[in-house]
């Protein structure tokens, strides 16, 4: 695609002196991008975005050392009937169906963005699933992944609704990444952009009524709702190829390429629906995001969490 004319644009607010700074807005927004009003998702699902996801979702199967979920179940001791929320495009879903072809297997987003070429085993459906869910059968298993800032209330819109849709001994699997970003050892200064950008997304938000930091809190919602046997299993997303061990050092490349991708789509709805941003102040104020992240002295990461717990026999 040819850049359309570079734009010179000072920024309003002063506190950062942007005058003679060349910068191409356009390239970042095409037709399909453009922000709309009044939504319930806050984040594009254009092609662009729904190519980063599949990516994100093989560098998490990657993490979880290529299992799909850390539930019990196995091919000897296969779900009969799966639910996937917010299944974005699918390929959780599908790769259940081929796992487990004995299954049935269900996925429901707000967008049809799936493909309609799948395992006969797996069918999609365009649900809002903060809504009521108006689901006929049981499920012996119900996951969610990265739906961060999908929910108003996690636990009482899908936590305690999949305990109601579970059948005794079934299963919920929850795994989310917060936006926080943590560092073990004191590399990370307060004024790290990323860490910066991810106390405004947090801030963001709570303005847009969407929780984003998830899962440090599924265990103890599991448990509130009545789950038992509930296990957190927690691994690191190194924001770049900062660790020495080859295997996370290949891990933070792949994230910090994916970061990279995303963080405008993560950025544009949100600051400027809740924040009145402009998208020219927003893209702006990520330049110093996107350059921290090639800063390999700061050891900083995303904390994947995967909490599962069972639905008890007697409830
Ligand atoms: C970041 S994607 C994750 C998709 C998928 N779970 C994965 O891991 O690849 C989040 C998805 O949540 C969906 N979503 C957001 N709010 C929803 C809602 N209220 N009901 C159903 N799906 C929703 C979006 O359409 C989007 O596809």
Redesign the pocket.
């Known amino acids: 695609m040819t850049p359309p004319e570079s734009l010179t644009m000072s920024f309003p607010s002063g506190d950062r002196p942007l005058d003679n700074y060349q910068f191409t807005f356009e390239s970042y927004l095409t037709d399909s991008d453009r922000i709309e009003a009044d939504v319930?998702?806050h984040?594009p699902?254009d092609v662009s975005e729904n190519e980063r996801?599949?990516e994100?979702?093989e560098i998490?199967k990657m993490v979880m050392d290529g299992r799909l979920h850390l539930a019990p179940f196995s091919r000897d001791h296969p779900p009969r009937k799966v639910l996937?929320?917010?299944?974005?495009?699918g390929?959780?879903a599908i790769e259940m169906g081929d796992l487990y072809p004995e299954a049935e297997i269900i996925g429901?987003?707000?967008?049809p963005?799936q493909p309609s070429f799948v395992p006969p085993n797996v069918r999609f459906f365009v649900?809002?699933?903060?809504d009521d869910w108006d689901y006929p059968s049981e499920f012996d298993f119900i996951h969610?992944?990265?739906?961060?800032s999908?929910?108003s209330d996690m636990k009482t819109q899908i936590i305690q609704r999949a305990f109601d849709h579970l059948r005794p001994g079934g299963w919920l699997e929850c795994q989310e990444a917060p936006a926080t970003i943590d560092c073990d050892d004191g590399t990370m200064p307060d004024d790290y952009a990323w860490l910066r950008w991810s106390l405004d997304f947090q801030a963001v938000s709570r303005l847009a009524n969407r929780q984003s930091e998830i899962g440090p809190y599924l265990k103890d919602w599991m448990r509130e709702v009545g789950f038992v046997d509930v296990q957190e299993v927690t691994f690191k997303l190194p924001l770049n190829g900062w660790p020495k061990d080859p295997r996370l050092k290949h891990i933070g490349m792949l994230w910090q390429r994916n970061l990279l991708e995303g963080v405008s789509a993560f950025s544009l709805g949100m600051f400027h629906r809740f924040m009145g941003k402009s998208v020219e102040e927003i893209e702006l104020s990520l330049v110093d995001v996107r350059k921290c992240l090639f800063d390999r002295s700061v050891h900083a990461y995303h904390r994947l969490y995967v909490v599962f717990g069972r639905k008890p026999e007697t409830a």
């Open positions: 319930s998702y984040f699902n996801v599949e994100q979702y998490l996937d929320i917010a299944t974005g495009t390929n959780w429901t987003d707000l967008s963005i649900e809002d699933s903060s969610t992944r990265m739906t961060i999908c929910w």
